[in-house]
Structures are given as C-alpha cells and as structure tokens.
C-alpha cells in the first residue's frame, strides 16, 4: 500500500507544477465567456445592481439540471444501491430512496428551503421568513440567481435536499426498520441538511462565499458528500452489523443494476456541477468538463487498482471509481481546470478504493460503501479544492495552495472539519433518540426473511 | 428397468442430447443444479471483499430405459460429455421397481415407450 501511496504523491507533485505552467494560456481564452456573463452566481454585488431579468436559456438549463439531479436519486441511486444488496432486500432497498423523493419534496416546500436558504439567523440558520414557500414565487432573487425564476432555484435546491439522505442508506442497507428510517430521514434533513446548506450556501451563511469565511465549495462537496459520509459512519455503527457480516457471503444481486445505476448517476451528475453555475454560461461548460475528466480518470484508476492488487479489474470497481471520481470533483468541478480534475480523480479512485479495502479490517459494517466512497471522495475533494482552485477558471471564487494561495487550503480543512464534527454529532443525537422511542433495526426474524417481505408485504422477485 | 442419472457440464447438454436422440432415446429430464467434487469452486471480488463460492452449477439428466439399453446409454453420455478436464460429472445407474404413465395407466416398459 506504502507503494502506491508514494506513487500518488509523485504524481500529485509531478501534476502540480505541471498545472501551474499549462493551464494558463488555456483557459485565459476562457475568460471572455465566463466575463461575459454578469449573472455568474457567486457574484451578487454585480448582479444585484442590474434589475433582475430573467434569462430564458438560463431557466431552461435550470429546469433541465433540476431535473437531472432528481433523476441521480431515482432511478440512479436506487438502482446503484439495489443491485448491491441481496435480493430479499432489493424492494426495500429501492423504496429507501425513492420515497425519501417524496418525502424531503414536501419538507423541503414547508419549511426546508426556509431554513437553508431564508433570511440569515447569525449565519447559522435561515428564517422561517419562507415557510411554504411564501414570497419565493417567479421573480428572481439576486442573493442567490438573478436570472432565473426564484421557484427554479428552489427547485434546483431540492433535488440535492433530496439526494443527500439518500446517500446514507447505503450504510445501513437490509437491516432498517422502515418506520425509524423515515423519521431518521425527515430529523436528519432538517436538523442537519438545512442548516449546513444554509451554511455554505446561504447568504450571511458563515462557511461559505456568499458572506462567510470564504470556503468554496461549487456543487455539495461538505453540504452532500461529507455530511452523508461521515453520517452514514455514525449511523451504521449505531445500526450494528448485518446478521452474518463479515463471516457469511452477501453478495450483490445485480450488477448489472449498479452499473446501470452508476451510468445514471454519471448522467445525472451533469446537472448536479455544471448546473450549479446557476446559468447556461462559460462556467457551467468548463463544469461539465471537468466533472467528466475527472469521472473518467477515477474509472481507471479504481480499475486499475483491483487490477494490481487482486489480478482483475473488477466491473463494479469501475463503476464504484465512476462514482468516487463524481464526488470528489463536485467542491472543485467550479474552480479547476481539466488537468487538476485529472489528478483529482485519479487519486480519489485509489483513495476511495483503498478506503473500501479497509472496511473489513475496522469491522464497522457500512453495507454499500458510503463512507469509503462519498465520505473519503468529498473529504478529499473539499481539500483539492483548496490546492487546485483558480481564479482564471471562475473569478468569483479564488486561488488555491498550487495558485500562491495556501489560506485557502486552511479554510477548506476548517469548512472539512465543521462538517464532519457537526454531521457527526447530530446523527449521533438524532439517532440516540430514535433508538430509545422505537428502536433503529428490524428484529432478527425480519432481517433473515429479508425488508421486502417483512417491511412492506411484497416481493422483489416471484421466480 | 434402470434409471440413468448423468451429472455433467451445462454446456455439454446439447451435445449429450444429440447423440442421446440418435441412438433413439426419445425422452429425458434435466434439472439446473450446483455441486462439488474434486473440482473446486472459484473465487468472487465485490469491491474488494473476496467470497469464495464453492458449488458449481452443473445439469442433471435422468432417463428411463430397459435394462438391455443402460450401457448403451451410458457410453453415449460418457463419450459426449467428457472433456477429459476436472469437473465433467458422473453418471449413476439404478433399478427402477415400476414407471405408470398417467394419461394412460401403462405400467413398466409400455409406459416408456
């Protein structure tokens, strides 16, 4: 392991200052599109002097990458994770996602939006100024997107309320009590989703750029991948381990549903980055580039580590890279040029893979993988973020270590570290009452008869 | 009357069944089913985390015949089926006391016909 390691350093170092010299001449022809447009996001001051107006092609592409993100969770998610599990436990696996969709739908309009992104409260919370969507109708809101309706933005904002819980499943797949699963689902979104979006992305929110300490993160690298990370690691110490695990075989039922999965997600994660330039402008191109470099170069290097240290390149290996590649370019896929979202994602595939391999030797039993791939991913992303951010790739956020700039670095380990303390308290409170009021895990009988049958009276498969 | 029971490799079957036919052998069953002998099983990786499983999936032929034709039968099996690799099966014979085909009440040899 100690052999790889150095290697990835090598080639960490090799890349860096390789960056620092290429990278310039290609994105100087860059910046006019991404100056040209006024309504880049992360820029309020310019665009509030202007009268919001709204952008068609703008609400278009706004629309479309809502959309997109929504299909990351179904059937993206449900598939990735359904295919993992046995096939007992394929429907209830499946029905976790999909009704958290409905479920963060209707929390997200009555007071979730408010909370993430209402009137600051000492840069902690937002107001209850929101509730029911009251006052976020059609006209834009340049605090956040001025070309767009601000009922888009909301909607765009929901989606990712919506993936992120559905992230955790993952840890405590084939043993939850669906009863306890959706109030856990319903407190977390609400105590700790919305309070770290308001956070980051809010305005006046104290982590972030929209009045805060400066930490950047584009698209949800501490909002949706720490936090799901670090929660899925509480949550499946305080679930336990499966009947049987590590001694007895649980094989995935379908791979080829997690792969499928997986390609969705890949799709999906377009809207997820590129869309949240919150405008169809230079940004959100050079956001969709990187996403894909980076994705790629993840891939292989996961591959490549099965390759290596188990003889085969494994196809859920490659898919597992796709994914880790995904998340760990989402802080940066804003602020980084395509060669540093190369080096981003092949690390992450070693990282996250490497993380994997270690699952079993700590004994916790995070059943599909959240921790290794989302927790270590968006920790690791968050942190590159702050090494390899430019300002010639989006003037609005700022540089990194490798750009003459390490306090970004320290703002991104202290944004990394709030996260991680705040998820994991949170869920360890949420869950400590749960487990008192209705207990977490399904009794034995049920959990060897499988969720599909013993929660929810139906079966995946009649054959 | 004797039962031929083959355990081969699955994708022998048709083979098998060929020249199983064209020594006319006009009817069988076959059963997907998974086992061990002295070839042993393989080894799965799911991210990491290695299974070894150890029962292989093989078919099971079982054929009804006179007593006269059992040889016939099984040197037919046995030269289709082989590949001289581990792993390619056995085959057992026994007595059968009765066979009643049930559409017509036949018993014995008729109801194999």
């Known amino acids: 392991m100690a052999k790889y390691l150095k290697l990835a350093a090598l080639l960490l170092f090799l890349c860096s200052t390789f960056i620092v010299t290429v990278d310039t001449p290609v994105f100087s022809a860059d910046q006019a599109p991404s100056a040209a447009a006024p309504a880049a996001p992360a820029a309020p001051a310019a665009a509030a002097a202007a009268a919001p107006k709204i952008d068609k092609g703008d609400n278009a592409w706004m629309l479309t990458s809502a959309a997109l993100v929504l299909m990351m969770t179904i059937p993206g998610l449900f598939l990735f994770y359904g295919g993992l599990v046995r096939g007992k436990n394929a429907l209830g696996t499946i029905m976790q996602s999909f009704i958290i969709v409905a479920l963060i739908s209707i929390q997200w309009v009555l007071w979730g939006y408010s909370l993430a992104f209402g009137p600051d409260h000492g840069g902690i919370i937002g107001g209850l100024d929101w509730l029911g969507l009251s006052g976020v109708g059609a006209d834009p809101n340049p605090d956040y997107a001025a070309t767009i309706p601000h009922q888009t933005f909301m909607a765009y904002q929901m989606m990712f309320a919506i993936i992120t819980p559905a992230l955790i499943t993952g840890a405590i797949a084939e043993r939850a009590k669906f009863g306890t699963f959706v109030l856990f689902m319903l407190l977390w979104a609400t105590f700790i989703y919305d309070p770290l979006a308001h956070w980051v992305w809010g305005k006046g929110g104290w982590m972030g750029t929209n009045g805060g300490m400066g930490a950047l993160d584009f698209a949800g690298g501490t909002v949706v991948h720490i936090s799901s990370g670090i929660s899925a690691l509480v949550a499946c110490c305080m679930f336990g381990k499966r009947i049987g695990f590590p001694q007895e075989p649980m094989m995935p039922h379908n791979l080829p549903f997690s792969v499928i999965g997986a390609s969705l997600l890949w799709v999906g994660w377009f809207g997820f980055n590129a869309g949240s330039a919150l405008a169809a402008d230079g940004l959100a191109t050079s956001a969709f580039v990187v996403t894909n470099t980076a994705t790629a170069a993840a891939a292989l290097s996961w591959m490549m580590m099965d390759w290596i240290t188990r003889g085969k390149p494994t196809v859920l290996g490659a898919a597992s890279g796709a994914v880790a590649g995904l998340v760990a370019i989402t802080p940066a896929s804003g602020f980084v040029g395509p060669m540093p979202a190369i080096i981003i994602g092949l690390v992450a595939g070693v990282l996250c893979s490497s993380a994997c391999n270690l699952k079993t030797k700590l004994g916790y039993d995070d059943s599909l993988d959240v921790v290794g791939v989302h927790g270590v991913g968006g920790t690791w992303g968050a942190i590159a973020t702050g090494l390899f951010a430019s300002k010639l790739i989006n003037p609005a956020g700022n540089d990194g270590l490798f750009f003459g700039n390490p306090h970004q670095l320290l703002v991104q380990v202290i944004a990394v570290l709030a996260t991680w303390i705040f998820a994991a308290l949170g869920t360890v409170i949420i869950l400590s009452i749960l487990k008192a009021m209705m207990g977490l895990r399904v009794t034995e009988e049920e959990e060897l008869m499988g969720l599909d049958l013993s929660q929810h009276n139906e079966r995946g498969y009649s054959m | ?113």
Do not use: C, W
């Not at chain 2, 083979?15 to 070839?39: A, D, N, P, Y």
């Open chain 2, 1 to 113: 009357m004797k039962k031929i029971e083959a355990i081969i490799k699955p994708f022998k079957l048709d083979e098998v069944k060929q020249k199983l036919t064209s020594i006319g052998i006009s009817g069988m069953t076959i059963t997907e089913v998974k086992g061990f002998g002295r070839q042993k099983g393989h080894t799965e990786l799911y991210r990491g985390a290695e299974y070894s499983v150890d029962f292989l999936p093989k078919v099971k032929i079982e054929i009804l015949a006179p007593a006269e034709l059992a040889a016939k039968i099984v040197e037919t099996i046995r030269d289709s089926a082989q590949t001289g690799k581990i792993g390619d099966g056995k085959i057992f014979v026994t007595d059968v006391e009765e066979v009643i085909r049930i559409r017509t009440n036949e018993r014995g040899e008729d109801a194999i016909r």
